[in-house]
């Protein structure tokens, strides 16, 4: 079975500096997604960041950027400049296939804040 | 694009009462749906996967009978939680997979619906 793990509970950084969320997972399937969520205080889930299990290359986003070692199956959210906005809690997440549906697995998620 | 609501927002119901939430895909036909759902600072659980047309899929530990979910139409599914219980308080989300992103199956969340029973 597919697990997530982030290690990381709660973590802070100040206002325009940079840092790095981890993210491991367990998985024997060669092609899969991994997503970073960001969910603020209104609870809504919003897509931080995407990435491919067959591309080598990182996935970037603005601020955002991953870190993905497939062989490692380690895949790190840094957030660069962080903002106040920034502050939420973060969620990893594995995209399992699945017949009717392919399904989402999240990790424990980390809050991040952002001081000024 | 892709926007998922959630109706209503809150509610606060009586112990032994049940409740509906409804889940819509606004400007896209979602073939599939899911239920999460979440204790304060903790993950999303999945609860269900909702098919369109037919029965939904539940992950292991979740009650059938109590947690009602249809899925009539392609944006539309609902979660009925059968009377409900104090335990049964919580933050409920629904997403939906918008079929025409083909294989990368992207999911779009609701805002969800805080459940407060007395």
């Known amino acids: 079975a597919q697990t997530v793990t982030q290690s990381q509970p709660e973590m802070s950084v100040q206002e325009a500096e940079t840092v790095t969320l981890s993210c491991t997972y367990d998985?024997?399937?060669?092609?899969?997604?991994l997503f970073w969520y960001k969910q603020p205080p209104s609870r809504q889930m919003i897509l931080v960041i995407r990435?491919?299990?067959?591309?080598?290359q990182n996935a970037t986003e603005n601020r955002f950027s991953v870190n993905f070692q497939k062989a490692a199956k380690s895949f790190s959210l840094k957030i660069s400049d962080s903002q106040l906005g920034d502050t939420a809690m973060y969620f990893c997440?594995?995209?399992?296939?699945?017949?009717?549906?392919?399904?989402?697995?999240f990790g424990a998620g980390t809050i991040l804040r952002v001081k000024s | 694009g892709a926007v998922v609501s959630q109706h209503p927002s809150w509610v606060i119901c009586k112990s032994g009462t049940s409740v509906k939430i409804e889940c819509r895909s606004l400007?896209?036909?979602?073939?599939?749906m899911f239920w999460y759902r979440q204790f304060p600072k903790q993950s999303l659980m999945l609860m269900a996967t909702?098919?369109?047309?037919?029965?939904?899929?539940?992950e292991q530990g979740v009650e059938k009978d109590k947690f009602l979910i249809n899925h009539a139409s392609l944006t539309l599914s609902t979660l009925t939680v059968t009377s409900a219980h104090p335990e049964d308080s919580s933050f409920y989300i629904c997403?939906?997979?918008?079929?025409?992103?083909?294989?990368?199956?992207?999911?779009?969340f609701g805002p969800g619906t805080r459940l407060t029973v007395l």
């Open positions: 998985t024997s399937e060669n092609n899969y997604y």
């Open positions: 400007d896209f036909q979602a073939t599939t």
């Open positions: 997403s939906a997979r918008d079929q025409r992103r083909g294989a990368y199956n992207e999911q779009f």
């Open positions: 909702s098919n369109e047309g037919s029965k939904a899929t539940y």
């Open positions: 997440a594995f995209m399992k296939r699945m017949e009717y549906g392919n399904k989402l697995v």
């Open positions: 990435q491919e299990a067959y591309k080598q």
